[in-house]
């Protein structure tokens, strides 16, 4: 089936030997076949290298690279991209699975029009208790590059949206102006809006990955549910309440970055994000925005309450509230 394009698929690993043989096994049991698998080993310290060099001595598709050191998640990531010879490439995770015709059903998408960049289709969301069909339908195709980031914005459901076939070279333009792997918040939703961006994104109905999620319950939102205003919230809410405000500053910034787009074109998309994002999250927003303006305060007390309970004031205001209150 040489006449098709050559489909890289990316696989990062990092001490998966429980899971990596089953997703290599679902993508060379793929109908389609013109494909090369690049593992990139980030210095695993169990069996992981052992099994994908099996499984590259019985399959020439299949390519295995180690890191002498661990460079990290997302630096890897990046590396099978950088290792990647094929016209299109998609992601696969080692503990995820690809659903059997769903790469035909995605290469059969992308290579309708030279001018798509990426296909996607139903993510599979696999969580502890349950499992969730995500459609992820938007219709990305035959718009202007705002008509597209609105539409991707108002519709997107879930994040897996990135383990989609892009076309090489455009992802790679997309990396440019994307500071992926500097692992902040939202960078898989800001790699495929810069994909909105750059050109027509198809769809197909065909579930393209199961991903394995690590809560109880799948994930429903690409903010995911955010931190409520609680007391430990106010005095900690973690990354979570920052995720938010990160999406949506970094986009404006990588929006404006691809010189290859018109700035005429590039803020009309900018324009759309925003309104899009904070119609569909202003609550979020407005919430997670009260709760990091609350955190110097809270650090302030945090800090300060241990410092006053030692005080020789504090410490005889105490003992005479407590004589007063035992006294008859």
Same mark, same amino acid.
């Given at each position: 089936m040489?006449?098709?394009?050559?489909?890289?698929?990316?696989i990062?690993?990092?001490?998966?030997?429980h899971?990596?043989?089953k997703a290599?096994?679902?993508?060379?049991?793929q109908?389609?076949r013109?494909v090369e698998?690049?593992?990139?080993?980030?210095?695993s310290?169990?069996g992981?290298g052992?099994?994908?060099?099996?499984?590259a001595e019985k399959d020439?598709?299949?390519?295995?690279?180690?890191?002498?050191?661990?460079i990290?998640k997302?630096?890897?990531f990046?590396?099978?991209l950088?290792?990647?010879?094929?016209?299109y =490439?998609?992601?696969?995770?080692?503990?995820d699975?690809?659903?059997? #015709? &769903? $790469?035909?059903?995605?290469?059969v *998408? @992308?290579? !309708?029009?030279r001018a798509?960049?990426?296909?996607h289709?139903p993510v599979i969301?696999?969580?502890?208790?349950?499992?969730?069909i995500l459609?992820?339908?938007?219709s990305l195709?035959g718009?202007g590059?705002?008509?597209?980031?609105?539409?991707?914005?108002?519709?997107?459901?879930h994040n897996?949206?990135?383990?989609?076939?892009?076309?090489?070279n455009s992802?790679?333009?997309a990396?440019?102006t994307?500071?992926?792997?500097?692992?902040?918040?939202?960078?898989?939703?800001?790699?495929?809006?810069?994909?909105?961006?750059?050109?027509?994104v198809?769809?197909?109905?065909t579930?393209?990955i199961?991903y394995?999620?690590?809560?109880?319950?799948?994930t =429903?939102?690409?903010?995911g549910?955010g931190?409520?205003?609680?007391? #430990? &919230? $106010?005095?900690?809410?973690g990354? *979570? @309440?920052? !995720?938010?405000?990160t999406?949506?500053l970094?986009g404006?910034?990588?929006l404006l970055?691809?010189?290859?787009?018109?700035l005429a074109?590039?803020l009309?998309?900018?324009?759309?994000?925003?309104?899009?994002f904070?119609r569909?999250?202003?609550?979020?927003?407005?919430?997670?925005?009260?709760?990091l303006?609350?955190?110097p305060?809270?650090?302030?007390v945090?800090w300060a309450?241990?410092?006053?309970?030692r005080s020789?004031?504090?410490?005889?205001?105490g003992?005479?509230?407590?004589?007063?209150?035992l006294s008859?």
């Amino acid at each position: 089936m040489n006449e098709y394009p050559l489909l890289s698929i990316g696989i990062p690993v990092y001490n998966s030997e429980h899971c990596v043989g089953k997703a290599i096994d679902s993508i060379r049991g793929q109908s389609y076949r013109n494909v090369e698998i690049v593992i990139s080993d980030n210095c695993s310290t169990d069996g992981t290298g052992e099994i994908c060099r099996q499984y590259a001595e019985k399959d020439g598709r299949v390519r295995y690279y180690r890191s002498d050191v661990n460079i990290g998640k997302e630096p890897n990531f990046l590396r099978v991209l950088e290792l990647a010879t094929g016209e299109y =490439f998609a992601w696969t995770c080692a503990d995820d699975i690809r659903p059997a #015709g &769903s $790469l035909e059903s995605l290469m059969v *998408a @992308i290579v !309708k029009s030279r001018a798509t960049v990426m296909a996607h289709g139903p993510v599979i969301a696999e969580a502890i208790t349950s499992t969730a069909i995500l459609p992820n339908r938007m219709s990305l195709m035959g718009k202007g590059p705002d008509e597209r980031i609105r539409e991707y914005v108002n519709r997107v459901e879930h994040n897996a949206v990135q383990y989609a076939v892009f076309q090489t070279n455009s992802l790679k333009r997309a990396y440019l102006t994307t500071d992926f792997i500097t692992n902040h918040y939202g960078h898989d939703y800001h790699l495929c809006l810069q994909m909105c961006l750059l050109g027509p994104v198809e769809y197909c109905s065909t579930p393209m990955i199961v991903y394995k999620e690590a809560g109880n319950l799948p994930t =429903f939102d690409p903010m995911g549910l955010g931190a409520q205003i609680t007391l #430990g &919230s $106010l005095f900690g809410g973690g990354r *979570a @309440i920052t !995720k938010a405000w990160t999406t949506l500053l970094f986009g404006c910034c990588y929006l404006l970055r691809p010189k290859e787009v018109s700035l005429a074109m590039r803020l009309r998309s900018l324009y759309a994000f925003v309104c899009a994002f904070t119609r569909r999250y202003h609550g979020r927003l407005l919430r997670d925005g009260l709760l990091l303006a609350a955190q110097p305060l809270t650090w302030l007390v945090s800090w300060a309450w241990p410092l006053a309970r030692r005080s020789s004031f504090i410490l005889a205001l105490g003992q005479k509230i407590k004589t007063r209150s035992l006294s008859p």
